[in-house]
């Protein structure tokens, strides 16, 4: 059986020393606030070293599941959604705070949003709390830059009511993600040994070296790319640091749980063979209907009309010209018989079931017998055939995906087993009202975004 190199990998995945993994491009500054999807855990380069990081890329912390509307555009960047300059001007964190004053801060600065609905933006809520984890605050900024290229679209979308529902949903899950976050950089914390500590540590370090050396050697002005982004670069830091250890600790202590047998496999392949592994044939066919009631009395004189037209199909006349000249269907009239001139159909595509199931049983340039079907008779003539080829089992790139799949469906099992286990021992505490807090804050740009005036 040709599972031979997978049941190997499977078992080398178990081992201790398993890299980072080294995504597909690079932002040129990473932000703060990305957790690791399963492919950051699970995939490793072939040249990739035995030891350490070499991940350079995080993905979106959080991409809505909603349908999208026609106008979305997508939104499948790996990069940071820094909260734009309009909104960070009324909300900056204490970090930020520190770099604009001299005055020392011992918490967040709350002040209160303006009376009698005002919306100007002069008072805001700096430094807003939304709740915290084990202690750790979850600051309304770092939310709302995560959602601000997300919610400025969506204005453009949504009427205010509709904007509104949406992004109080977007503000409560970014809120659960922060929390996700907390508690598995807690859980790295506790298991990790300290080899991976100082792994992590080397790799932040080589990170923030890296973003001064993009900014051409200039740390300030590393340090201004980072405000600008509605963050410090110490901030990001430790931020990267977190998410190095949190990827850590999920390849030492729970990939490893992670078993795929060649059964598995076989199974998977068996039950997805026709919707996956299958190239979907299509056709074209055209079609000569002769309708029994504009035809004559009863049955048989349609009967003889489409019998004399096979015929004449058979002693070689081109179905095309015929069924331009003879068709009871206005539509096939006007076509010469092809239900959709110049398109490819799939199985189940025509109208007429009994029709259809005929002409699937054909080889090009074969026709049907006489059918009929309900009160008609019909021809058919299949013209092309495409597609419809299976990918066998023992092709290795079959194989290779079936194993990626069931791994990520896995490890996906895995953590959120994990999460909820480690968010049930965890002291979360969400300030209430504070969500509604964060949603005024966008509000206050809806006419902005949805450009409908300047706020």
């Known amino acids: 059986m040709q599972v031979s190199r997978i049941v190997r990998r499977a078992s080398?995945?178990?081992?201790?020393?398993?890299?980072?993994?080294?995504?597909?491009?690079?932002?040129?500054?990473?932000?703060?606030?990305?957790?690791?999807?399963?492919?950051?855990?699970?995939?490793?380069?072939?040249?990739?070293?035995?030891?350490?990081?070499?991940d350079k890329t995080w993905p979106p912390l959080y991409n809505t599941s909603r349908p999208p509307t026609p106008q979305d555009a997508p939104r499948t960047d790996s990069s940071a959604r820094p909260i734009s300059k309009t909104v960070r001007d009324a909300v900056v964190s204490p970090e930020i705070a520190a770099t604009q004053t001299a005055a020392p801060t011992t918490g967040p600065i709350v002040t209160a949003l303006p009376a009698g609905g005002d919306t100007t933006g002069v008072d805001?809520?700096?430094?807003?709390?939304?709740?915290?984890?084990?202690?750790?605050?979850?600051?309304?900024?770092?939310?709302?830059?995560?959602?601000?290229?997300?919610?400025?679209?969506?204005?453009?979308?949504?009427?205010?009511?509709?904007?509104r529902d949406i992004?109080?949903?977007?503000?409560?899950?970014?809120?659960?993600?922060?929390?996700?976050?907390?508690?598995?950089?807690?859980?790295?914390?506790?298991?990790?040994e300290s080899k991976d500590e100082e792994i992590a540590r080397q790799e932040t370090v080589r990170w923030r070296t890296e973003q001064v050396t993009r900014?051409?050697?200039?740390?300030?002005?590393?340090?201004?790319?980072?405000?600008?982004?509605?963050?410090?670069?110490?901030?990001?830091?430790?931020?990267?640091?977190?998410?190095?250890?949190?990827?850590l600790y999920y390849q030492r202590r729970v990939i490893p749980q992670i078993q795929i047998s060649a059964s598995d496999i076989r199974s998977y392949y068996e039950a997805n063979r026709e919707r996956l592994f299958t190239d979907k044939a299509t056709i074209k066919f055209r079609v000569i209907r002769i309708d029994i009631d504009?035809?004559?009395?009863?049955?048989?004189?349609?009967?003889e009309k489409i019998e004399h037209l096979r015929e004449r199909l058979k002693g070689g006349a081109p179905f095309d010209i015929v069924a331009g000249e003879v068709n009871d269907d206005p539509v096939l009239l006007a076509n010469k018989g092809d239900p959709q001139p110049g398109e490819w159909m799939g199985r189940g595509a025509y109208v007429n079931k009994d029709v259809d199931d005929a002409v699937w049983k054909l080889q090009p340039g074969e026709m049907t017998d006489v059918i009929r079907s309900g009160n008609s008779f019909y021809l058919a003539r299949l013209e092309q055939r495409q597609g419809g080829k299976?990918?066998?089992?023992?092709?290795?790139?079959?194989?290779d995906k079936i194993y990626e799949t069931l791994r990520r469906d896995q490890?996906?099992?895995?953590?959120?087993?994990?999460?909820?286990?480690?968010?049930?021992?965890?002291?979360?505490?969400?300030?209430?009202?504070?969500?509604?807090?964060?949603?005024?804050?966008v509000m206050q740009k809806y006419a902005k975004w949805a450009g409908k005036g300047a706020n």
Not at 168 to 192: P, S, T
Not at 426 to 434: E, K, Q, R, T
Request: overall charge negative; aromatic content about 4%.
């Open 390 to 399: 299976v990918t066998a089992f023992a092709d290795q790139e079959v194989q």
């Open 294 to 303: 504009r035809t004559g009395v009863g049955a048989d004189p349609a009967k």
């Open 215 to 247: 900014a051409g050697g200039s740390v300030e002005l590393a340090k201004r790319r980072a405000i600008d982004q509605g963050t410090t670069l110490d901030e990001m830091a430790t931020e990267h640091y977190r998410l190095i250890m949190t990827q």
């Open 411 to 441: 490890f996906n099992a895995l953590r959120e087993q994990i999460r909820e286990d480690l968010e049930k021992k965890a002291a979360i505490h969400l300030n209430p009202g504070s969500e509604q807090v964060a949603l005024e804050m």
């Open 124 to 163: 805001q809520v700096i430094g807003s709390v939304l709740g915290n984890v084990n202690g750790d605050p979850i600051y309304a900024d770092k939310v709302l830059t995560v959602l601000d290229q997300t919610l400025a679209a969506d204005a453009k979308q949504y009427d205010e009511a509709h904007f």
């Open 12 to 54: 080398r995945l178990a081992g201790p020393s398993i890299a980072l993994v080294l995504l597909n491009g690079c932002a040129d500054v990473i932000s703060p606030a990305h957790p690791l999807n399963p492919q950051s855990f699970l995939t490793r380069p072939p040249d990739a070293p035995s030891e350490g990081p070499v």
């Open 167 to 192: 992004a109080a949903d977007l503000i409560r899950k970014q809120v659960g993600e922060f929390i996700h976050a907390d508690v598995e950089f807690a859980a790295a914390k506790i298991n990790l």
